[in-house]
């Protein structure tokens, strides 16, 4: 989706003779609806693509990043609304947000926006550091430096020195296992959450592109499935066949490798013969405590969709709250 590859936009639009320059919120108090190292692309026309708040701030951005591209100068902005205004700025209860502006070229440098764009292509984590007195800039891989922890839970922000860093980790991605019901549901709300889902089922009959249209589907084992995706810290894995041998062997998959969640459908009753099975494998006792099952958060839910909803809902929580 567009509104995720904004420095791909930014370098295309710059590289295209149009201008462009990157907007980043750096800090927010308060209810401002967007987080640190969200950003937005602005053209020299005024085109804009992402967010910083979701309301008119945009509209005051733009203004200044135009003024950004006309003097080539970077600038921190910063919005304080109370209460009664807040709304018809974007920050839903009130706040304050700060964002840098950067045009690209004259400020920020068109090698490190590429150099950002390549890594996020290739699924490797960067990082991008701003010191906002001597506006030096840096790019940073995650064993380069003790900012190791903001790579870990995707957290941009202002470091004690003066430099703001923004995170570039790799998309989300999620491994569903089993093409079931509930499974038509989740892949849809996962991508909304700016989840990049893959379907894994052996069993053609159920892997049929008309249940799931327009999804990406493995007609493969699923230990052999995950072993080609690749499975790192930015990956979640669901497993919902309740069939042993397709199941399995992708939680012990996925248990071997850094994935930062791993749920399974099935009753108490059911996951207590599965960690049976999966002792009798040799998987370790630490790792068998991963395993989120039954899958989701406890929120009563009966049907496919809701079952959908609790899981996704988890994988969230774990993601943002460790």
């Known amino acids: 989706?567009?509104?995720?590859?904004?420095p791909e936009i930014a370098l295309k639009w710059h590289r295209?003779?149009?201008?462009?320059?990157?907007?980043?919120?750096?800090?927010?108090?308060?209810?401002?609806?967007?987080q640190a190292g969200s950003q937005l692309a602005i053209s020299g026309s005024g085109e804009m693509m992402g967010s910083v708040s979701g309301g008119c701030v945009e509209g005051a951005v733009?203004?200044?990043?135009?003024?950004?591209?006309?003097?080539?100068?970077?600038?921190?902005l910063r919005y304080g609304v109370s209460d009664d205004t807040a709304f018809e700025v974007g920050l839903a209860c009130g706040g304050t947000i700060r964002i840098l502006v950067e045009p690209v070229g004259a400020a920020m440098p068109e090698a490190k926006l590429a150099q950002i764009v390549a890594a996020r292509a290739a699924r490797r984590p960067v990082a991008y550091g701003v010191h906002?007195?001597?506006?030096?800039?840096?790019l940073i891989e995650p064993g380069d430096s003790d900012i190791a922890p903001r790579f870990r839970s995707d957290r941009s922000g202002m470091e004690d020195s003066g430099e703001f860093i923004v995170l570039f980790n790799p998309p989300l991605r999620m491994a569903v296992?089993?093409?079931?019901?509930?499974?038509?549901?989740?892949?849809?709300?996962?991508?909304?959450a700016g989840f990049d889902p893959v379907l894994i089922d052996p069993r053609s009959a159920f892997a049929a592109q008309v249940r799931f249209p327009g999804e990406t589907i493995m007609e493969d084992w699923p230990?052999?499935?995950l072993a080609v995706l690749g499975l790192d810290a930015r990956w979640a894995v669901v497993t919902l066949t309740h069939d042993e041998k397709i199941d399995d062997?992708?939680?012990r998959a996925a248990l071997a490798s850094d994935a930062f969640y791993l749920g399974c459908l099935g009753s108490p009753r059911t996951h207590a013969r599965r960690l049976e099975r999966?002792?009798?494998?040799g998987v370790p006792e630490d790792a068998l405590a991963r395993i989120h099952a039954p899958v989701g958060l406890d929120i009563g839910a009966r049907t496919p969709a809701e079952i959908a909803v609790a899981v996704l809902a988890q994988v969230v929580a774990r993601l943002r709250q460790g």
């Not at 989706?1 to 904004?6: C, E, G, K, Q």
């Not at 295209?16 to 967007?34: F, I, K, N, Y």
């Not at 733009?62 to 921190?76: F, N």
Request: without cysteine; glycine residues 6%; aromatic residues 2%.
């Open 1 to 6: 989706m567009d509104h995720d590859r904004i």
């Open 16 to 34: 295209d003779g149009r201008g462009a320059a990157l907007a980043t919120v750096m800090q927010t108090w308060g209810s401002a609806p967007r």
């Open 62 to 76: 733009v203004t200044e990043a135009l003024s950004a591209l006309a003097d080539g100068r970077p600038r921190v």
């Open 132 to 138: 906002l007195e001597t506006w030096s800039r840096r």
């Open 177 to 192: 296992v089993g093409a079931v019901h509930i499974a038509q549901a989740l892949l849809p709300m996962a991508r909304l």
């Open 223 to 225: 230990d052999e499935a």
């Open 249 to 251: 062997p992708a939680i």
């Open 278 to 281: 999966l002792r009798a494998h």
